[in-house]
T-cell receptor, first 114, second 113 residues
Framework: GAVVSQHPSRVICKSGTSVKIECRSL??????MFWYRQFPKQSLMLMAT?????????EQGVEKDKFLINHASLTLSTLTVTSAHPEDSSFYIC??????????FGPGTRLTVL | DAKTTQPPSMDCAEGRAANLPCNHS???????VYWYRQIHSQGPQYIIH???NNETNEMASLIITEDRKSSTLILPHATLRDTAVYYC??????????????FGQGTELSVKP
C-alpha cells in the first residue's frame, strides 16, 4: 500500500511554544490530507481536512487559530500547534488520500507539552 | 458521531478464527463498510472494505448481511500480532463527500497464546 510518513515521531516542548508536525505522502500525490488527534485510551478524533492549495476545513470545536494546517503541495501537509499547553499533549495522526480516494495513515506523532 | 456499534473487547486464542461483529443499522445505500486496525501507538492500518458482497483478501474476510445492517470481520488464524483495536467504519467512497473517516470506539482484540 501507499506510504505516509510523519515527522517528528515524538516531540517534547515547553508550554507556550509552537510545534510543527509534517505529514508526507512518499509514493503518491495526496489531494486530500486529514489530521486526527487521539488521547490515551480513546479513539481517533478528526480535527480537519485539507485539500492541496485550499484552506483547511475544521471539525466543530477545533480552533483553527490554534491548529494551523498548511497543505502547500501534493505530498506535504503540516500541522502547527501554536502556543501549546499541557492539555494539547496527545497523539497526532495524519492520513492522505489520492486519486483512489482511499486513506493511508501515517505512524503518528506523540506530543508532550511540559 | 460514529454510525457503527462494536463490542468494546474480545479475546481469541492464538491460531483460532477471530470473528469481530459490527452493527451499522443506519447505513445508506452508497456507504461502504471499512475495517481498520490500530496496534498500540501506531497509525491505523487498512484491512478491508465492502459494499454488499462478501470480500476476502490476504488479511481477512468481510461478511456483510443481506440487509447490510451488520457485518463481521474474520481473521481466519489469529496470531499474537493481531492484538489491536479494530475499527468498523461506514463511509461514502468517492464523490465529494470528503472521504471522512469517523472512528467509533472499536473493539480491542486480545489474542492469547
Amino acid at each position: 500500500g501507499a506510504v505516509v510518513s510523519q515527522h517528528p515521531s515524538r516531540v517534547i516542548c515547553k508550554s507556550g511554544t509552537s510545534v510543527k508536525i509534517e505529514c508526507r505522502s512518499l509514493d503518491f500525490q495526496a489531494t486530500t490530507m486529514f489530521w486526527y488527534r487521539q488521547f490515551p485510551k480513546q479513539s481517533l478524533m478528526l480535527m480537519a481536512t485539507s485539500n492541496e492549495g485550499s484552506k483547511a476545513t475544521y471539525e466543530q470545536g477545533v480552533e483553527k487559530d490554534k491548529f494551523l494546517i498548511n497543505h502547500a503541495s501534493l505530498t506535504l501537509s503540516t500541522l502547527t500547534v501554536t502556543s501549546a499547553h499541557p492539555e494539547d499533549s496527545s497523539f497526532y495522526i495524519c492520513s492522505a488520500s489520492g486519486l483512489s480516494n482511499e486513506q493511508f495513515f501515517g505512524p503518528g506523532t506523540r506530543l508532550t507539552v511540559l | 458521531d460514529a454510525k457503527t456499534t462494536q463490542p468494546p473487547s474480545m479475546d481469541c486464542a492464538e491460531g483460532r478464527a477471530a470473528n469481530l461483529p459490527c452493527n451499522h443499522s443506519t447505513i445508506s445505500g452508497n456507504e461502504y463498510v471499512y475495517w481498520y486496525r490500530q496496534i498500540h501507538s501506531q497509525g491505523p492500518q487498512y484491512i478491508i472494505h465492502g459494499l454488499k458482497n462478501n470480500e476476502t483478501n490476504e488479511m481477512a474476510s468481510l461478511i456483510i448481511t443481506e440487509d447490510r445492517k451488520s457485518s463481521t470481520l474474520i481473521l481466519p488464524h489469529a496470531t499474537l500480532r493481531d492484538t489491536a483495536v479494530y475499527y468498523c467504519i461506514v463511509r461514502v467512497a468517492g464523490g465529494n463527500q470528503g472521504g471522512k473517516l469517523i472512528f467509533g470506539q472499536g473493539t480491542e482484540l486480545s489474542v492469547k497464546p
